[in-house]
């Protein structure tokens, strides 16, 4: 399993999650870069993502959905700040109230940094911390399974890169 720490941190309003590939850092920015390839693995299993939109350059935005088993869909959305590819990019994630993409107000927005750093062995550890505007927000997000939820998603990138290795 890639993630190998995940700490929460309510003075600083931070959630950071660490996690260790076996891949180069090249190969592990495509699955972020490539919407078909994140829509694999952004959502928890049985929580399927579609990316509506996704560019990834500052300034840019990313649009998607999660479905879940009752087919209900949940919208979000990136607002890409920075871009330095391939080892970091940091991005505003929000909750959205519907297809229009337009943020849902009673839902906490995340100001991101998710990194990729090479090892000596050839493999990549990625760091992606989440911060909030209060301990409320934090906590929101933490109630509602970001930990569970992220954990299983970022667990999926495996099976991904082992795909390609086969």
């Known amino acids: 399993?890639?993630?190998t720490d995940v700490q929460h941190d309510l003075d600083a309003l931070t959630l950071t999650i660490t996690?260790?590939?076996a891949a180069p850092v090249e190969r592990v920015w495509e699955v972020y870069a490539d919407p078909r390839?994140?829509?694999r693995v952004w959502g928890p299993p049985g929580y399927p993502a579609t990316f509506v939109a996704h560019e990834l350059v500052a300034g840019g935005r990313t649009t998607y959905y999660m479905t879940s088993p009752e087919a209900e869909k949940y919208y979000a959305y990136w607002t890409i700040t920075d871009v330095e590819a391939p080892t970091r990019f940091t991005?505003?994630?929000g909750f959205a109230l519907d297809e229009t993409f337009a943020p849902n107000p009673e839902m906490p927005e995340s100001s991101n940094v998710y990194s990729f750093a090479p090892a000596e062995d050839g493999t990549t550890r990625a760091t992606f911390?989440?911060?909030y505007a209060s301990a409320e927000a934090l906590q929101q997000v933490l109630s509602m399974g970001v930990v569970e939820g992220s954990t299983?998603?970022?667990n999926q990138i495996d099976?991904?890169?082992a795909a390609d290795a086969a």
Do not use: K
């Open 1 to 3: 399993m890639p993630v």
């Open 19 to 21: 996690a260790d590939f």
């Open 37 to 39: 390839q994140l829509e």
């Open 91 to 93: 991005f505003n994630d």
């Open 129 to 131: 911390v989440a911060t």
């Open 152 to 154: 299983a998603a970022i």
């Open 159 to 161: 099976d991904l890169l």
